[in-house]
């Protein structure tokens, strides 16, 4: 008998299980349902973000028609940056219920602005979205487990045990073809509806493929677990209840242990401490002598140290001068605050390797550019960007050229 | 002893002499002790960290040199909100939403630095509190302890033995329930233990806390009769504990999902950004109140002068200056209180969908019931944001007024160019010292109770709901 037979065989007899092929069933149903919501939460976003990017096109032309000055104009004009979804953003939303996708800046300082949350409502964000991950990092362990647990134990409950070894002779194979067919099962529940969905928004194949890569570790690890316990001598109510104890304590328990000792270890950077810090620098400024803003400020811009020095009460380049000091002042206190979440993520990672449904929502999130990494990566191109325009502007203000809309044709543009 | 009293002694005898029921009763009181002790020592050490920052804050603003009024206003002031003191048992949405507020003139800003932002994606499994232990772990653990109570005996034939004794079926599972109803009791100890602790250190939260346990009671007593009445109804053991795991993992992971999905796509909630975009749109109408000229304050000079019956402004017998930031931040405010009630309008009406399926899911009835009672729940913290944008608006208009009747017109005007005139501008210390404290109460506690009530009713239908199913496993158990 050919190994493709006997496959077929075994899956005749799996799809004869009306309950686990039920079980199959609604895991597919659960996870088209997840890549639907998915998909059309990433719709949403990206269409947002094309309405709002308009929006700010005539918000900017009208603030800087307003403006008598470059000092005005600059401090008017407010410039949208985005963090566009990803192909695979339909598979893990992560970070983008909690942390922007969309950020207006200007150029005041940055640390008054970057730290600014969105209107998300905390109660969505407190259960989390149904997204694939979820179904991959939750649901599909449970169906494993549903379809697996009583594979050996069933029989031998059955008095089937004698019979089995007696027709098919090498029992061991017998157990690798059964488990071959339910693992087979599980992918194709899991995998078809994320093909499906990806190749209607046109994401590549290598994401695609990546991603199913992921999803296969997941099933062969919980598979592994799994057949760890269904070899034992126990009832089927007794390996049920430990996988489920299982998987209790690293869908659960482990993460929330987990972030118990990382809050222990890393207790980060209270970020109201930048905020506080940089306002005390950026409105101190008021009352110092220009001398004291102006002056360090050319040790770090010193293309501007012999414009012409400031003798008014106000001058806009002294104020766009302190604002930078702010930022210079508070650079230190931010950048170990990033730090923090930087290690606390990697700590995460450390977790990740005791608890499967860590680890694949990590995976699946970092694909899907959706995770503590990337938003801020986004945080940084944001800085970059508010670099460049706060330079750009710093040629009409030290040179104290006259206004006109003219020169503003070439304002930085974030792409 | 009742025969259901015997019964329910026997299964405890059973449970305390199987190794993995011990381990999991043992993991369970563990898990809640360990919520528990966590939760407070870590909102303790938050309270502190935030009274001790608000210090700081009001110190900042009173420790301030002459200034010019407008310099006040946007120096600005930081409010930071301490945790309600029953977010002990339930934290609700605190991880999710901004600590602190920085409160400026012309903008209603919104609270910043959230923890779940700063954390890792580990936030987003659960919260170390008692209220996600005992909502989520517990029945599960539960499930795992007694979802073979009924059927175990069937499987064995002792059940047949028993009912030829003369058990009754409905007192055969009566007995189960109190077993697994001790397990419930259990795990709720450490929450009846804290309230006793918490209660008189906080005596006006007593009802909320009585709610907050009669909540958490009534869910578990559900959970209780619900494992016992499957276990009946199902012909074996495994075939009970698929079926129990099946409904868990339905009521307290899917449907909380969806639910928050379906609420985001019905009623779609718009970006910040583009809020912000239409805000400014509208306050351009306004007009900008640091330039007298603008058109957008025409009529109110006119109105002014005819107020004071005088001819221009520098006639005025007061700063003119001061008066347009006033009537500046008066209306400004206004457009942003109305754009942020919509907002808030639109995120309760989301939560609301997300009650809605409390109607399927118990979970979702007792997680409301619990924030709401706790004072964590999204209204509590649209209410912080609120009294924050109160006592901002009374802060800067302070400022404004003191711009308006301190100061000279002609000085203020010149005060940009002229180095002498801007130090005539600059009023005295003493004004900051009168800042007022930033006192947030929270919800009250009879309100909170109040719309507690309706999901403790629907818990109590969920109980009913249950206990209907009992019968039917009593009347399957006696039809043996």
Redesign the interface.
């Given at each position: 008998m050919n190994l493709l037979h006997c496959l077929g065989r075994e899956a005749g007899l799996f799809i004869r299980t009306r309950s686990s092929v039920a079980a199959l069933a609604l895991l597919c149903v659960?996870a088209s349902?997840a890549i639907g919501?998915g998909h059309?939460?990433v719709q949403?976003q990206e269409a947002?973000i094309e309405?709002?990017r308009a929006?700010?096109v005539t918000?900017r032309e009208?603030?800087l028609a307003?403006a008598p000055d470059f000092g005005d104009a600059a401090y008017a004009a407010?410039h949208?940056t985005w963090n566009p979804p990803s192909e695979m953003a339909f598979t893990a939303m992560?970070?983008r219920d909690?942390?922007?996708w969309?950020?207006?800046v200007r150029a005041l300082a940055l640390e008054?602005q970057i730290?600014?949350?969105?209107?998300?409502?905390?109660?969505?964000?407190?259960?989390?979205?149904?997204d694939y991950a979820?179904v991959m990092a939750?649901?599909l362990p449970?169906f494993a487990i549903?379809v697996m647990y009583?594979m050996v134990s069933a029989e031998r409950e059955a008095g089937r045990i004698p019979l089995l070894v007696a027709s098919a002779g090498n029992v061991r194979r017998l157990w690798w073809q059964r488990t071959a067919v339910r693992v087979l099962g599980l992918l194709l529940a899991c995998l078809v509806p994320m093909w499906l969905g990806g190749l209607i928004i046109g994401t590549s194949a290598g994401a695609l493929l990546t991603a199913s890569a992921i999803v296969l570790v997941t099933v062969l690890v919980w598979t592994a677990v799994i057949l760890v316990f269904s070899f034992r001598p126990w009832?089927?109510?007794?390996i049920?209840?430990?996988l489920?104890?299982v998987w209790?304590t690293v869908?659960?328990?482990l993460?929330?242990?987990?972030?118990?000792l990382?809050?222990y270890l890393e207790p980060?950077i209270?970020?109201?401490q930048i905020?506080?810090l940089q306002?005390?620098t950026v409105?101190g400024a008021?009352?110092l002598p220009k001398e004291a803003t102006m002056k360090p400020f050319f040790v770090t811009h010193p293309e501007w140290a012999d414009t012409r020095p400031v003798t008014?009460?106000?001058h806009w380049k002294w104020y766009y001068a302190f604002q930078q000091r702010g930022d210079e002042v508070a650079a230190e206190l931010s950048g170990a605050?990033r730090a923090?979440?930087t290690r606390?993520?990697e700590?995460?990672g450390w977790?990740a390797l005791l608890s499967p449904?860590?680890a694949v929502?990590?995976a699946l999130?970092r694909l899907a550019g959706t995770?503590?990494q990337a938003?801020l990566a986004y945080e940084q191109r944001i800085r970059i960007f508010h670099e460049q325009l706060r330079r750009f502007y710093y040629p009409f203000l030290f040179n104290e050229e006259p206004y006109g809309l003219e020169s503003l044709k070439d304002l930085p543009r974030f792409e | 002893m009742s025969q259901a009293m015997k019964i329910a002694a026997g299964e405890w005898t059973h449970l305390l002499r199987t190794r993995l029921a011990v381990l999991t009763l043992g993991l369970l009181f563990a898990l809640v002790a360990i919520a528990a002790i966590n939760s407070s020592a870590q909102l303790r050490a938050e309270a502190a960290e935030r009274l001790q920052y608000q210090q700081q804050a009001d110190e900042a603003y009173r420790a301030q040199p002459d200034r010019h009024p407008h310099r006040m206003v946007h120096y600005g002031h930081y409010v930071f909100r301490t945790p309600a003191p029953l977010a002990v048992i339930d934290p609700g949405v605190d991880a999710f939403t901004g600590r602190s507020i920085f409160l400026e003139g012309h903008r209603r800003n919104t609270a910043a630095f959230s923890e779940a932002r700063e954390t890792s994606v580990l936030t987003r499994f659960g919260s170390v509190s008692p209220a996600f232990t005992l909502q989520v772990l517990v029945p599960l653990l539960m499930i795992l302890i007694g979802f073979s109570s009924v059927a175990r005996e069937r499987e064995r034939g002792i059940l047949l033995q028993l009912l030829a004794q003369g058990t009754r079926g409905a007192a055969l599972v009566q007995g189960k329930a109190i077993a697994l109803a001790g397990v419930a009791a259990l795990a709720l100890l450490p929450l009846f233990l804290s309230a006793l602790w918490l209660g008189p250190q906080t005596p006006t939260e007593a009802l909320p806390l009585l709610a907050l346990l009669a909540g958490h009671t009534v869910y578990l007593a559900f959970w209780v009769v619900l494992i016992v009445a499957v276990s009946a109804l199902a012909g074996r053991a495994r075939t009970a504990l698929i079926v129990l795991i099946g409904i868990w993992a339905m009521l307290t992971v899917l449907v909380p999902r969806l639910a928050t999905d379906v609420a985001a796509t019905t009623l779609p909630a718009p970006n910040q950004a583009e809020v912000d975009i239409r805000l400014q749109e509208e306050l351009r109408s306004v007009g900008d109140s640091h330039n007298i000229n603008d058109p957008g304050f025409q009529s109110f000079q006119q109105q002014v002068l005819a107020q004071y019956g005088v001819a221009s402004i520098d006639e005025l017998p007061v700063n003119y200056r001061g008066l347009v930031s006033l009537q500046g931040e008066a209306e400004s405010s206004a457009v942003m209180d109305r754009l942020t009630a919509e907002q808030h309008s639109l995120q309760r009406d989301q939560a609301g969908i997300v009650k809605l399926f409390a109607l399927l899911s118990p979970y979702i009835a007792v997680r409301h019931l619990s924030m709401t009672s706790a004072g964590t729940d999204l209204r509590n913290h649209q209410q912080f944001l609120d009294a924050a944008e109160a006592h901002r608006f009374a802060l800067i208009q302070g400022l404004n007024t003191l711009h308006a009747e301190e100061l000279d017109y002609v000085d203020d005007s010149a005060r940009s160019r002229d180095a002498e005139a801007e130090q005539r501008t600059r009023v005295s210390s003493e004004f900051w010292t009168t800042l007022q404290q930033f006192d947030f109460a929270g919800t009250g506690a009879a309100e909170r109770v109040r719309s507690a009530l309706p999901l403790l009713l629907a818990l109590f239908a969920w109980l009913s709901a249950s206990a209907l199913l009992l019968r039917a496993g009593a009347r399957k158990v006696q039809a043996l």
């Open positions: 659960l349902i919501l059309a939460e949403r947002s309405r709002v929006l700010d918000e009208s603030a307003g407010y949208l992560g970070q909690i942390a922007p969309m950020l207006r008054g730290h600014e949350t969105d209107s998300f409502n905390p109660e969505l964000s407190l259960t989390g979205r149904f979820f939750f649901l449970l549903v009583d009832s089927s109510a007794v049920a209840t430990s489920t104890g209790l869908a659960l328990i993460p929330l242990g987990g972030k118990v990382i809050d980060g209270d970020g109201a905020a506080l306002r005390e409105n008021w009352d008014e009460p106000f605050y923090a979440i606390r993520d700590l995460t977790v449904p860590v929502q990590r999130q995770d503590v938003s | -």
